[in-house]
Nanobody, 124 residues
């Protein structure tokens, strides 16, 4: 069992930067790829970014590529999402999740454990 707790969300102005954190407890953190997803009211959960268990592989959704960066600290059991050049369309609830697909995954169905989410709101 893995417990995930996100933090760092808030209300930001367009163009600002924000860093989300996701603290994990439970089984060996480096055994899981980690991902960030986001979801707004009435929308499907959207892939944002994923990072492999070792941290050596990352990839991003098209809407955030070049602006967001995912990283992890396996010694601290934390995964981060650094968000730069925020836009109003980035407004959503952001979720971190853990996957058995060790190389990382874009697919919601491959993630076994999910956090409760943290709200990010970007004003224009």
């Amino acid at each position: 069992q893995v417990q995930l707790v996100e933090s760092g969300g808030g209300l930001m102005q367009a163009g600002a930067s924000l860093r989300l954190s996701c603290a994990a407890s439970g089984r060996i953190f480096s055994s899981y790829a980690m991902g960030w997803f986001r979801q707004g009211p009435g929308k499907e959960r959207e892939f944002v970014a994923t990072i492999s268990g070792s941290g050596g592989i990352t990839y991003y959704g098209d809407s955030v590529k070049g602006r967001f960066a995912i990283s992890r600290d396996n010694a601290k059991n934390i995964v981060y999402l650094k968000m730069n050049s925020l836009r109003p369309e980035d407004t959503d609830v952001y979720y971190c999740a853990a996957s058995y697909v060790i190389s990382g995954s874009e697919q919601v169905g491959t993630y076994r454990y999910w956090g409760q989410g943290t709200q990010v709101t970007v004003s224009s």
